[in-house]
């Protein structure tokens, strides 16, 4: 009787079922809507951070640099006069470790041995400054314009400044970085923000070979190509692949076996980074203070803390659908409740007649008040279904039309303490003022979907409470009354 009933009242009442499950269809496709554009957002994010600090990495340790106006940032260049004053092909390398303090290689053990850490890699970080050139009767010296700070594609490119002491000089400065990774945990490190596009990565065998990755920007301005060969202070890297940044600029422009860079730098047994994977992203708060208790003087940062140094419109615009969506979303969905609420109640109203002669029949108030109920979670139901074919239609033009958004990398200060630079694969990259570009997309989870359906019956269950609260205090007189 219950179902029939509910049946042949729905099709009778199309035009008002019809205007209660719009109202609800409104509210539950804009949540749908906002929360698959703030999924969206998270992802934009997630894909500018991992282009910072690599997939996988949750933290990293690091140690601040030593004051840059001190003489051990200062690389100096010292060249033999040619006697006979023809001048002569010279060139000298200074390989300098770059950005931060180097940290003892046990620091990286005692970090994975963290409880709540689930991996640990450590790297170096290395800048390497070439002058080569013909001098005569003379000496260059490199002064401070060749600080080792900030040098790279990806930080400020300052104008070699030097002299020559007693002769003539015609010379040229290159300067490049090299990380030196840890070939044995790929799943960790720099490199991890870029993909290989030509040739292949490092073997876990190849922990002191000199073999070379080459970042492809900087493959494409030296013409360097699988197979060719570099030569970082005199000694010769095959280059065995050639990676390209997933997004922003490349960790470094060579990355070499981490012993190997060690060698160059004269740095046996240290690292620069300590790049941390956590068992559990809830853990992170706590395993950051673990860290700084266990290792003191150094500063761990997180991707929370790096996430703060994101501005342009993507943090606008998340800001945007983290607060004015939200509660938009939350004012709407509840003037949806109760206006439904209110209609129910003004349906039954419009049933006096026919629910007083239901109890006059015999009809108890309950079972009134369930066949009202009944009716308006069927209308929260199709309220629900209309309200997430509406969702799913607004998140896949969002999808479609992929508005780009900003993403300004700040906040840094490249060879600071462990602050934007030392997240960024190769720490002492200066990211002031860089822009990346990324496509906005709304992806529906399940349990966005779930969390409509849910919404649907509230709305339903609300009207109903509505709706059977007035119903059961009709009283079979109500009836007699509407008659007169």
Not at 271 to 299: H, M
């Amino acid at each position: 009787m219950f179902f029939t009933y509910l049946r042949r009242e729905l099709r009778r009442r199309r035009k008002a079922a019809l205007v209660v499950a719009s109202g609800l269809a409104l509210g539950i496709a804009l949540v749908i809507v906002v929360s698959s554009v703030s999924a969206g957002m998270g992802r934009a994010q997630d894909k500018v951070l991992q282009s910072l600090y690599g997939l996988g990495t949750d933290m990293t340790v690091t140690k601040a640099a030593a004051p840059a106006g001190s003489d051990a940032q200062r690389p100096r260049f010292r060249f033999d006069a040619q006697d006979d004053g023809s001048g002569g092909e010279q060139s000298s390398d200074r390989v300098m470790v770059r950005g931060f303090q180097t940290l003892a290689g046990s620091t990286v053990g005692r970090v994975g041995a963290q409880s709540g850490v689930a991996d640990a890699v450590g790297g170096l970080s290395l800048q390497v400054v070439k002058v080569s050139g013909a001098f005569t009767r003379g000496r260059f010296e490199q002064g401070e314009g060749g600080g080792g700070q900030g040098f790279g594609r990806g930080g400020a490119q300052p104008s070699p400044q030097g002299r020559v002491e007693g002769g003539g000089a015609d010379f040229d400065v290159n300067n490049y970085s090299v990380y030196g990774t840890d070939v044995t945990k790929p799943a960790l490190g720099p490199l991890t923000s870029s993909k290989i596009t030509s040739g292949r990565s490092f073997t876990r065998s190849e922990t002191d070979a000199r073999v070379a990755v080459a970042d492809a920007a900087y493959a494409k301005e030296k013409k360097l190509k699988t197979g060719s060969t570099v030569t970082v202070k005199g000694t010769g890297f095959k280059v065995v692949g050639i990676a390209t940044a997933d997004s922003g600029d490349a960790a470094a422009d060579l990355y070499v076996p981490l012993k190997q860079a060690q060698t160059l730098a004269g740095a046996k047994g240290k690292v620069t980074t300590i790049y941390v994977k956590a068992t559990d992203s809830q853990r992170i708060g706590s395993v950051k203070s673990e860290i700084q208790k266990d290792v003191p003087g150094t500063t761990v940062t997180t991707s929370a803390d790096l996430a703060g140094t994101v501005s342009g419109s993507l943090s606008t615009a998340s800001s945007l659908a983290a607060g004015v969506g939200k509660w938009l979303s939350i004012v709407v969905l509840a003037a949806a409740f109760l206006v439904a609420g209110l209609l129910t109640s003004s349906a039954v109203s419009r049933r006096v007649r026919e629910f007083g002669t239901l109890k006059a029949l015999g009809w108890k108030s309950g079972r009134v008040t369930r066949q009202v109920v009944g009716e308006a979670v069927v209308n929260g139901l199709v309220g629900g279904a209309l309200g997430i074919a509406l969702g799913l239609a607004g998140a896949y033009a969002v999808t479609a039309v992929s508005p780009t958004l900003q993403a300004q990398l700040g906040g840094g200060s490249g060879a600071g303490g462990g602050g934007f630079g030392g997240f960024r694969g190769g720490p002492g990259r200066e990211a002031a003022g860089k822009t990346l570009d990324v496509a906005l997309t709304a992806p529906v989870s399940l349990t966005t979907i779930a969390l409509a359906v849910g919404l649907a019956v509230t709305g339903g269950l609300v009207a109903g409470a509505f709706g059977g609260w007035r119903a059961s205090r009709l009283r079979p007189a109500d009836a007699l009354r509407r008659v007169e």
